[in-house]
């Protein structure tokens, strides 16, 4: 499992790989760079193909702004687009050919796709794609970003959530007019997988402490089975200097908007993830700063850690794209495309730094094409 960081390292979670240094020496005595130079400067040079999703909303306004930058940094990516709309009706043959595409290149980037209210309305496409390819663990990186005000400092976490049962099943019937039933799926098998996961990154980015998010003293069979399967898991990692501690949700959500700093990596069921990462949102400066990733056995998809559509700045160039170019970092760290990655991520943390250009979003004035230029022009 590769690193998921997005930027410059969170509290020495990774050591940037050091660029490829080059030799000279008189013409007489030939450099030969070493086996993990070649590797790499091999790795640089190879296009990788890559599903674009840009989605509903912002969605392609986004997606532009990753477009320019990556042309810009001559990162070796050709993207295959498919511009799936949730505004579409439940046999729309597009998904097939989206999914197909996803199969077939094993990563993807994307914005979120509208879903409809309605109970006529087609199931999610977003909750569609990571059950059909098993994308089964979401990471939302909350933190602060230095140019962007915010209430709190110190704020450095990642909201880890189940991304394929829990509330989001999508299991649910009317048993008696004006009776509805909903059912909440908990396994052992999936929760297991995802507290791995969880404590996996927590290793792999130098973090030490994994906190359990539920509402098992209510829902003692469904929440307690998680309770208590996290529980299981952290025995496994006794030796990693990792440890658990665990929260009820509703403790959770005001614990995190009066003393953030505590939390380092949180794992939960889908539902409450939804919410809380939107919360973590709110503490750091909104939705368009927060990355995210889904991640499988064999696909990952890249998205922004906060879901929203956008639909009412639609069109009209205002929105911030950092949330989705952050995210496309964290899918070339994925490829092991470490040199483009810190161009990037450094160009944005550049831009953003220096105040001298910002979304509305922010307290700027500035359009999403001109914060993309001048990340551009910090490359």
Not at 54 to 71: H, M, N, T
Not at 154 to 176: P, V
Not at 373 to 378: G, K, N, Q
Request: overall charge positive; glycine content about 10%; charged content about 20%.
């Amino acid at each position: 499992m590769l690193k998921l960081v997005h930027g410059t390292p969170l509290r020495g979670n990774i050591v940037a790989k050091a660029l490829t240094t080059r030799t000279f020496a008189t013409k007489n005595v030939a450099s030969k760079p070493s086996l993990a130079q070649q590797a790499r400067e091999k790795r640089d040079k190879t296009v990788n193909t890559v599903t674009l999703i840009p989605g509903d909303g912002v969605g392609k306004e986004l997606s532009e702004a990753v477009k320019a930058v990556f042309a810009a940094s001559k990162a070796p990516i050709e993207w295959e687009q498919f511009d799936l709309s949730g505004h579409v009706t439940s046999g729309d043959t597009l998904m097939k050919d989206t999914l197909e595409s996803l199969r077939r290149n094993k990563v993807g980037l994307k914005g979120t796709l509208y879903t409809p209210v309605s109970k006529l309305g087609h199931a999610s496409f977003n909750v569609s794609m990571r059950k059909d390819l098993d994308i089964y663990g979401s990471i939302s990186l909350v933190r602060n970003i230095p140019g962007v005000p915010s209430r709190f400092q110190g704020i450095d976490l990642a909201i880890i959530r189940e991304n394929t049962e829990g509330e989001y099943s999508g299991l649910e019937h009317q048993s008696f007019p004006g009776v509805v039933e909903s059912l909440k799926i908990v396994t052992r098998a999936k929760t297991e997988r995802i507290a791995r996961f969880a404590f996996d990154f927590a290793l792999r980015n130098n973090r030490k402490k994994v906190t359990c998010i539920h509402k098992a003293n209510i829902m003692k069979l469904g929440d307690g089975l998680f309770l208590k399967t996290c529980r299981d898991i952290a025995k496994e990692y006794e030796g990693s200097g990792i440890t658990l501690n665990d929260m009820i949700v509703d403790n959770a959500s005001m614990q995190l908007v009066s003393r953030p700093q505590q939390f380092d990596v949180m794992v939960m069921p889908n539902l409450y993830g939804s919410i809380l990462s939107n919360v973590g949102a709110g503490l750091v400066g909104g939705p368009g700063l927060i990355p995210g990733a889904n991640m499988g056995r064999e696909f990952a998809v890249f998205e922004p850690g906060c879901r929203h559509v956008g639909a009412d700045i639609s069109g009209s160039n205002v929105a911030n794209p950092t949330a989705m170019i952050l995210s496309s970092v964290m899918m070339l760290r994925h490829l092991g495309l470490e040199e483009h990655a810190n161009r990037i991520s450094n160009a944005v943390y550049r831009t953003i730094e220096s105040g001298k250009v910002k979304t509305r979003d922010v307290g700027g004035s500035n359009s999403t094409s001109e914060f993309t230029d001048a990340i551009i022009s910090a490359l």
